[in-house]
């Protein structure tokens, strides 16, 4: 791994902190404010609706005035937009709020990932991606456990998730670093990615679908069936760990093997375990945190090698514009879970938040 990389996942993961932090919080502050469940997933989808309206705006602007300037602006906005959630707490704000949040986390994605893309030689793509995806995880799980700081509540946890953000700037803004050079080419539209890369844009917006359902409705989920703070952060943070752990060997593997190989096992093995966690809960069965832990490990892959896989047919000037095109897949697949989520479960109860995985998977 270069420098540049280094320093880049570096901030990007203590940024990535605050934005785990901030995802959890909201689900459970939304209940203590008794808001409906069909509330709180329409509140979820706007953080993905945000995720779709940005990935048409960023490449314009990494493109007007480069990486780093660009991934300062959404930093920025990202960390007032954390504020602005703890000091306007009523279910239309907040869905404003989360739109503004979505565009500018999408923002952040989409200067990372181009950045790692245009520099990942093919043979090493899977790899590298891994341990990409492996230091967003373990960022995104830490985030989890500082929940227990203080009061879900209070202001403070939602200071300390803009805290995270802004500081996440830092390690970017202060080093001298490689900049990717801007190539200007022929558009890369949404069809032509989807003609270039079938597999690598139907596997990311399948990817979106279950990540949306996790990061939107587990938190909500816990609190429903009556998990204290702490069980529901040890959940979250089981699930997260075990996509950490288990990116590397599932990048290494795709590296050596066909990727869209690896894809359909890793997928059919992802919706296996995910039928035995539903039929745990359903039992009131203990065991449920290793199998989360490796429906993380299964389910948080599908990502990256979809990505890695559409990658592997891009030339590099179609790089931004493929990551803009894959992200708004990624992102039209996680609006549809927290919506789906909130409305069964509204019908038939919390359970139902662990049928969504099965069809989806």
């Known amino acids: 791994m270069t420098s540049t990389l280094f320093v880049l996942l570096v901030g990007f993961g203590t940024l990535l902190a605050g934005v785990g932090l901030l995802g959890t919080l909201l689900g459970v502050r939304a209940t203590i404010e008794s808001f409906t469940n069909l509330e709180i997933g329409l509140i979820m989808a706007g953080y993905y609706a945000g995720f779709i309206a940005g990935s048409q705006v960023a490449p314009r602007i990494i493109r007007n005035v480069g990486h780093i300037r660009a991934f300062a602006a959404f930093a920025a906005l990202a960390a007032a937009a954390s504020l602005g959630l703890g000091l306007v707490v009523t279910p239309w704000s907040w869905l404003a709020i989360r739109v503004l949040s979505g565009g500018c986390v999408i923002g ?4 990372v990932e181009s950045w790692i893309n245009e520099q990942a030689p093919p043979g090493s793509r899977g790899r590298l991606f891994s341990i990409y995806v492996t230091s967003t995880l373990f960022a995104l799980g830490a985030g989890q456990f500082l ?6 509540a209070e202001l403070t946890l939602f200071a300390v998730a803009a805290m995270l953000i802004v500081t996440g700037m830092v390690p970017i803004a202060v080093n ?3 900049e990717p050079p ?3 080419g022929a558009a890369l539209g949404l069809r032509e990615l989807i003609r270039i890369s079938p597999v690598g844009a139907v596997g990311v917006f399948c990817a979106g679908a279950l990540s949306g ?3 939107g409705m587990a938190a909500v989920f816990g609190h429903r069936v009556g998990l204290t703070d702490v069980q529901l952060a040890s959940l979250m943070a089981a699930t997260i760990f075990g996509g950490a752990v288990l990116q590397w060997p599932i990048g290494h593997l795709s590296d050596l093997m066909d990727r869209r190989t690896v894809l359909i096992l890793i997928s059919s093995a992802t919706a296996l375990v995910a039928a035995v966690g539903g039929w745990l809960v359903l039992r009131g069965s203990p065991g449920l945190l290793p199998v989360q832990f490796a429906y993380g490990g299964l389910m948080f892959s599908l990502y990256g090698l979809s990505v890695a896989h559409a990658n592997d047919h891009l030339q590099p000037h179609q790089v931004l514009d493929a990551t803009r095109g894959l992200l708004l897949m990624f992102g039209a697949g996680a609006l549809s879970g ?8 509204d019908y038939a109860g919390p359970v139902s938040y662990t049928h969504l995985t099965l069809p989806t998977s």
Do not use: N, Q
């Open 108 to 111: 952040l994605y989409v200067v």
């Open 147 to 152: 929940l227990t700081l203080d009061s879900p």
């Open 176 to 178: 001298r670093i490689h």
């Open 182 to 184: 801007i190539e200007i």
């Open 213 to 215: 359902t996790f990061w």
């Open 338 to 345: 927290p919506l789906v989520a909130g409305l069964l479960m």
